[in-house]
């Protein structure tokens, strides 16, 4: 199984962008998820980052919130995320990434979280309330073999950018706006200002854009200074009101991987 840097390596030398696509876990449906995970990477998603649900998504705006307390009603937690992994991992080598937050993390165990999210075949992990200040703690050698993304906001300074890409493996994760996911009304020139910045001072890892991307044309817009984007509650929004086929969902990952295909030309 090849590393996400590798991965995302790969496809750009020939001459895609990525396209990761954010799931909660266990929703819509517990008893399908599996598969809707599948249909979408089938669908265009060249990775999947897998949300654990919390209750104080702090980094989250309603919608993602709504999904992760409709799982967490749902009785989804770790021990079912990890599960809905393994199944994932069956029957595909594209990266997965388990994304949430510290608590729930701490409640489990660092080693422990660690060594589920290996043996369910996890390839990274995305917890954004875990400040750099605290890395050497938090990712201990127990996560050896397991990549560690961290993420950047326009409110990052230079300097920590730096150290930011030092620290990360896989990618770093350029969040393009100063807000929570799901936003309406962003200022996209500054945005792309950002990335540009961003991009120049990163030197070791790739750079995905999330935040504020929620159609092709955003992605149209965004996939020339970046190396892929992230794409969430465009999709969990589409799931809200969606049947159990998950046809709109399916277009819409499938067209906005068309419109990243656009650029490349």
Known sequence: MKSISNYIEEKNYKGEKILSVFLTSGFPNRNNFSQLALKVLNAGADMLEIGFPFSDPLADGPIIQHSSQAALDNGINLKSTFNYLKEIRKETNKPLILMGYANPVLSHGIKRFADDAKLCGANGVIIPDVPIEEYENFFDESFE???????????????????????????????????????????????????????????????????????????????????????????????????????????????????LKEVIK
């Open 145 to 259: 073999g397991l990549d560690t993304i961290l993420l950047i906001t326009p409110t990052t300074p230079n300097e920590r950018i730096n150290l930011i890409d030092k620290k990360s493996s896989g990618f770093v994760y350029c969040v393009s706006i100063s807000g929570t996911t799901g936003v309406h009304h962003q200022d996209k020139s500054a945005s792309i200002d950002f990335i540009k910045r961003t991009r120049k001072a990163v030197m070791k890892n790739k750079t995905l854009v999330g935040f504020g991307i929620s159609s092709p044309e955003d992605a149209r817009l965004f996939a020339p200074y970046c190396d892929g984007v992230i794409v969430g509650s465009a999709v969990i929004k589409s799931l809200i009101n969606e049947d159990s086929n998950f046809g709109n969902t399916l277009s819409l990952v499938s067209n906005i991987k068309d419109a």
